[in-house]
């Protein structure tokens, strides 16, 4: 197993770090913000938020081409922001308003971006990975050299769909990346309690051939190398890579959640290794950015969710009509 380690060298351009760096700040504060709006009532059904594993979509994500393509689970908002979504259609959708990323009838779990390349917000656990090997099948099919980046929980790693889909994507060498965002719990039941072994990369990287790679999740750059190899890999042809992010989600696994299964010393402990103050702190190290510097940042994410948050209030519900409308998709059947 490789172990991409957390290095101070900056593996990107200073522009782009502070791009970063915007986008952790601009997922956080949409969480916490829909956190407010769920307890006022004015969000409803499942929410499970990112906070604390921002550093993954943001570093992977990042290094992405604008053709390649992005799937991922139910905790999705912090994806489809990374991958550009306006937080105007993600808080549109939150509030199940029309103007949403998926006119008001997916919700939190299930955001979605066609022209973005992202291809949801899955609700059920473990069911979109066979749909990345779909994806990474088409494009090697049609010829193309663009990669999917596929994202789920340690607890997805217990499915069959997962392990079915795994020996395929090897033995067929698919262009997909899949990124276990090990955050240790699986709702209330932690790792030690699901997984036969703790080291993930072996279960999703040995046992298929796959290259296995563990990288601090918590760890901006650290992730963003660790899924440019992968990408570069995935676009000669060689196939799949496995990587485990080790994070640490912030808040309970959705919004009714007593946290039983973990201390409140564990919880407070992770907020050390929080990947916005690590990452704040590596860029004022490096001369990129200064305390008045963050703090504008700060601001200005603050007002564009505030501004998102008010057009998502103002925004008009579906009409009762549209219950009946995107139901199915007639398929695509290529003309001779
Ligand atoms: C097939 C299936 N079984 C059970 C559930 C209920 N469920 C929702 S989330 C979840 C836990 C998944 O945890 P993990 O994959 O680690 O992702 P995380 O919540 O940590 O992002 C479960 C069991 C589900 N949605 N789908």
Redesign the pocket.
Known sequence: MAHAETDAKPITTRHQALGWLRQMLLIRRFEERSAMLYQQGKIGGFC?LYSGQEAVAVGSIGVLREDDYVIT???DHGHALARGMDPEAGMAEMLGKAAGCSKGKGGSMHFFDAEKGFLGGH?????HIPLAAGVAFAIKYRGGDQVCLCF??????D?GSLHETFNMASLWKLPVIYIV???Y???G?QLHRHSCLLDLTIRGGTAYGIPGVAVDGNDVEAVAATTREAIARARSGDGPTFIEARTY?FRG??MSDPMKYRTREEAEKARERDPIILYESQLKERGWIDEPGIEQMHEAVKAEIDEAIEFAIQAPEPPVEDLYEDITVAPHIPQE
């Open positions: 499970h689970a139910y905790r609700a059920i656990v473990g069911s789920f929980g340690d607890g997805a790693m499915q965002e090990n955050n719990m699986s709702m039941t989600r696994h959705s």
